[in-house]
């Protein structure tokens, strides 16, 4: 089975507003770039277009933090699911630098599985794990 785990400090990205988060100057603008960067690190895709891009794909996403997250499940899955996917529908995204082509996948239809779990923990941090079904 393929898949790809990323691990990333803070919250994740939240979609909670009309503004897209993929908007310069967007008040999630880091917890967007984050994710994307080290997703970019570990799939290594160099000349491949997108890492999975068309198969059928599982989406967990494990929130841990001292107190409950401040937004919801669905806020974060969408948000995560938005800036993971082929952004290229979106225009142009120069405030995202060369992580503006990147994307593990071609559209968050592709998720047939979807999870969600908030741990307890110290530090607040996540991970989000995609695979191949």
Known sequence: MREITIR??????????????????HVHAER??????????????GDTALYF???SLGLELIVTSPAPPP???????????????????R??????GELAGFALYGNDRQF???RYRWEHGQDVRYQVRIWKR
């Open 8 to 25: 990333v400090s803070g919250y994740p990205p939240a979609k909670n507003e009309a503004k897209s988060m993929l908007a310069a100057g």
């Open 32 to 45: 967007v770039v984050a994710p994307l960067r080290v997703a970019s690190d570990e799939a290594r895709l």
């Open 53 to 55: 891009p068309d198969e």
């Open 112 to 114: 047939h599985d979807v």
């Open 91 to 96: 225009g142009a995204l120069p405030h995202l």
């Open 71 to 89: 937004s919801d499940a669905t806020n974060y899955l969408g948000g995560v699911a938005d800036v993971l996917e082929d952004k290229g529908h």
